[in-house]
Nanobody
Framework: QVQLVESGGGLVQAGGSLRLSCAAS????????MGWYRQAPGNSRELVAA???????NYAESVKGRFTISRDFVKNTVYLQMNNLKPEDPAVYYC?????????WGQGTQVTVSS
């Protein structure tokens, strides 16, 4: 069993920065593909960024150049550094861990951007 606990959401002005953290616990943490998804009201959940256990990374086009995902395998933690936040970025951000066909989710953390 894997548990994911997010932290770091909050309110920030447009153009500002936030860093989200997701601490993973469980036996297979280092083998997971870890990612961040977001869901805004009325929208479906979408991938923001993901990092495999071997270091491959991909980003949604809308966040490329502004967001950075990173992993600390010692701490079993994945981060999402979000810079230059825009009015279209507010959402509940969810940490995701995937191992094969099994997906684990955190409880979500709210990100709000004021203009």
């Amino acid at each position: 069993q894997v548990q994911l606990v997010e932290s770091g959401g909050g309110l920030v002005q447009a153009g500002g920065s936030l860093r989200l953290s997701c601490a993973a616990s469980g036996r297979i943490c280092s083998a997971l593909t870890m990612g961040w998804y977001r869901q805004a009201p009325g929208n479906s959940r979408e991938l923001v960024a993901a990092a495999t256990s071997s270091g491959m990374i991909n980003y949604a086009e809308s966040v490329k150049g502004r967001f950075t995902i990173s992993r600390d395998f010692v701490k079993n933690t994945v981060y999402l550094q979000m810079n230059n936040l825009k009015p279209e970025d507010p959402a509940v951000y969810y940490c995701n861990g995937t191992y094969g066909a099994v997906a684990y989710w955190g409880q979500g953390t709210q990100v709000t951007v004021s203009s």
